[in-house]
């Protein structure tokens, strides 16, 4: 595949990119205090939305996505929440009233949101949360209270320092009666100094793994009261009299937490891609050992190891992109039915979303993990850039829902469609698979040189897996509750098998809209493509080869051809490999990496990292 980046004067496998000079860091962040480093995003914060609207459309979110990520790279935007929770909260759940009140506002940045939610106790449990918002008839007010220490909330991004406003999920208390957890709109502070406005307490809470430059914070609410209208009323409404009224379906409450994850899914997919280009570009780069003694040291690239332990996690940073814009197309469209009354794509998307929210965070960390291994010693410096997009992606696997909880959500929709696949009723488009009756026997390797075929049968056998897996699990729980467990109690004992289920159901659906995005694309990229796809197949089939053989579905010597065409993809896929991670388009300050510098002239640029450290300044330490 030719790439048409390569510039002249660059080293002959990568390239180089220009930096901003007007929004450039002046010295490495790493060698910052938290305390300056936020005070540098800050700064070009400031910056760069004085001057948005002359470079940017801000209304396409790839071109603002992109904008961000070269301004402020990992380390964090201090405007993230406002724009991917607080904004589109308002604009998803609340009523016109409300919106035409505040959109305009925080859309101009007139005022600085963020969103509360999780507490310092509680967090994917909503129906525990502690926080109150209880009706005042009288007045035509609620009044939000965190009755204890555990009921603050903690961990909203952008509230410690930045934020004016905030969304506040809090239990919905009319009469003496709950009526679940709801979404209300709070002024934290004075939108003239920016001090905290009377009853509410709230700062930041200090360092933690990764994100230096978000501050994190904490909010107490002593009796805090805000109007009715404060309320997110789109869906669910309480009158003046305090009659409430409950949405047409249960989950759209979680509307601003699909779309949350929905956009998370394509950022992790992002900081994957970024990990993959700084290891692929210095493993090209990079010259270790010979595998002929008369011949000079190879690219470690020419390992087979090392393109074992890269190259299935390009295919991965692919897949995960493709799958991230498809669930993101599925969410507006679900939107756009919801606001005709049509519910139907509702639970699937959900089911989705916390599927793909688990499943992504969690081998995106494994993936990213292995590109910083893959890189030897040096990968452990944060002048790799590593270390920093490791802590940024392994976030993921807790924020917006705990891994292990969002499958297991994931897994009671599959559930109920398994009794609805037994009884032969209608299924949605994910779990359509659910109704089908496949072979007993695999194909696998019984139509090589074909390829649609060949892909065919790999999906399949995923299929047969995930029947198999999601019936036993039912299986498994209807035998607890046949023998006297309540059904939490049965629940609890099968929540492995659960969770295995609903993550083979996701590595299906990322598969299947991988295949979709790889058959719809150009001619003149879909060969190089089909081979990421074969990797990637071919991979995840060796990796649930004892799924494949538990019950018969394949024998020992068809999972030696899935390992022969894994490896056949591996050398395939390797004179385009640099070429496949310089499509990402990730610019040098975008990946803040000295390993993975498109000119690839590392080992100069990693000296001169290492001068910038203060204890550098001196020659002896005083």
Known sequence: MANHQIRSGDNPDLTKVDSNPDLVNAVPLEFLSREKRMGVQMKKTSKLMSKIFDIADVSDQDEMTHLISEVFGTDGFPLAI????????????????????????????????????????????????????????????????????????????????????????????????????????????????????????????????????IDNGFLALDRVRIPRTRMLMKYSKVAPDGTYTP??????????????????????????????????????????????????????????????????QIARAYAHLFVGKEVLELYNKTMEGLDKGETDLLPDLHAVTCGLKSVVSFSSALASEQCRMSCGGHGYSEASGLPKLYTTIVAGCTYEGENMVMLQQAARYLMKCHKHAVRGEPLSYSVEFLGKRGESRSRIGMNEGNFEKEIENLFLAFEHVARRVIADASQLLEKRIHFGESKEQAWNGVTVEMNRAARIYTRLFIGRSFHRKVMSS?????????????????YECVDMASHLLHD???????????????????????????????????????????????????????????????????????
């Not at 150009?522 to 071919?538: A, E, I, N």
């Not at 056949?568 to 490999?577: F, S, Y």
């Not at 640029?605 to 910038?612: C, D, I, T, Y």
């Open 82 to 213: 406002h724009s991917i929770a607080f904004v589109p909260v308002i604009q998803g759940q609340g009523h016109q009233e409300l919106v035409e009140e505040l959109l305009p506002r925080a859309m101009k940045l007139e005022i600085i949101g963020t969103y509360a939610q999780t507490e310092m106790g509680h967090g994917t449990n909503l129906r525990e949360l502690e926080t109150t918002a209880t009706y005042d008839k009288n007045t035509e007010e609620f009044i939000l209270h965190t009755p204890t220490r555990s009921s603050m909330k903690w961990w909203p991004g952008n509230m410690g320092k930045t934020a004016n406003y905030t969304t506040v999920t809090a239990q919905l208390m009319i009469d003496g009666k709950n009526y679940g957890p709801h979404n209300f709109v709070l002024q934290l502070r004075d939108e003239k100094d920016h001090r905290p406005l009377p009853g509410i307490t709230v700062g930041d809470i200090g360092s933690k793994m990764g994100l230096p430059s």
């Open 552 to 622: 018969g579905y394949c024998s020992g010597e068809q999972i030696n051809y899935l390992k022969k065409r894994l490896y056949e993809d591996l050398a395939k896929i390797r004179p385009n490999a640099v070429s496949l991670v310089d499509s990402f388009d990730h610019s040098d300050r975008q990946l803040n990496s000295v390993l993975g510098r498109r000119d690839g002239n590392v080992y100069e640029a990693l000296f001169q990292w290492a001068k910038s450290s203060e204890l550098n300044y001196t020659d002896v330490s005083i």
């Open 247 to 312: 949405p047409i379906h249960s989950k759209l409450s979680y509307g601003s937490m699909v779309y949350i994850r929905a956009h998370m899914i394509y950022l992790l997919a992002l900081n994957l891609s970024s990990a993959v280009t700084i290891a692929t570009r210095y493993s090209a780069i990079r010259r270790q050992g010979r595998i002929e003694q008369d011949l000079p040291e190879v690219q470690v690239l020419d390992y087979q190891t090392q393109q074992y332990r890269i190259f299935p």
């Open 522 to 538: 150009p001619s003149t990229v879909r060969p190089v493509l089909t081979d990421l796809l074969s990797l990637y197949l071919h």
